[in-house]
């Protein structure tokens, strides 16, 4: 057992509870933009959402952090951790490549749209956020 002052003088938090110091560790997290390898735990097709495997640990991974295709079970998978796009004590995974399902599986839904589309137009993306999961796309001079 160490005293508070040398736990703290190494970094570590402590809890001081009735004179006693209790050392509780930080949970340590990669900063956005560094990249992990892990893989494929489960991915639910339905809500759109799984799990990577990195290091021991659950990663929490959804559709739309996934480039241009679904994640499948046993896939390895390259990933940026975001803890603070996470749920608390979670990790999430975004920027995730490497995954080789169909997007288009995954893109069914259950939505409440009434199915009324007239077909498919052709346009020129205009911007797009990752960060919100939308953007706007010209179609003959109008922002659609």
């Given at each position: 057992?160490i005293s508070?002052?040398a736990?703290?003088?190494q970094?570590?938090?402590v809890?001081?509870i009735?004179?006693?110091s209790?050392?509780t560790?930080?949970?340590?997290?990669?900063?956005?933009?560094?990249?992990?390898q892990?893989v494929?735990?489960n991915?639910?097709?339905?809500?759109a959402f799984?799990f990577?495997?990195h290091?021991g640990?659950?990663?929490f991974?959804?559709?739309?952090d996934?480039?241009?295709a679904?994640?499948?079970?046993?896939?390895?998978v390259t990933?940026?951790?975001d803890?603070e796009?996470?749920?608390?004590?979670?990790?999430?995974?975004?920027?995730?490549t490497?995954?080789?399902g169909s997007?288009e599986e995954c893109a069914?839904g259950?939505?409440?749209?009434?199915?009324k589309?007239?077909?498919s137009?052709?346009?020129?993306l205009k911007?797009?956020s990752a960060?919100s999961g939308?953007?706007?796309?010209?179609f003959?001079?109008t922002?659609v």
């Amino acid at each position: 057992a160490i005293s508070a002052q040398a736990a703290l003088a190494q970094g570590r938090r402590v809890q001081a509870i009735f004179g006693l110091s209790i050392h509780t560790p930080q949970p340590q997290f990669r900063r956005a933009g560094m990249s992990a390898q892990g893989v494929v735990k489960n991915f639910f097709d339905g809500k759109a959402f799984g799990f990577i495997t990195h290091e021991g640990q659950d990663v929490f991974v959804h559709i739309k952090d996934c480039q241009g295709a679904k994640p499948v079970p046993g896939d390895t998978v390259t990933f940026d951790l975001d803890p603070e796009k996470a749920a608390i004590g979670q990790l999430k995974a975004v920027n995730v490549t490497g995954c080789t399902g169909s997007a288009e599986e995954c893109a069914k839904g259950k939505g409440k749209g009434k199915g009324k589309g007239g077909g498919s137009c052709q346009g020129t993306l205009k911007s797009f956020s990752a960060a919100s999961g939308y953007g706007f796309i010209d179609f003959n001079g109008t922002d659609v």
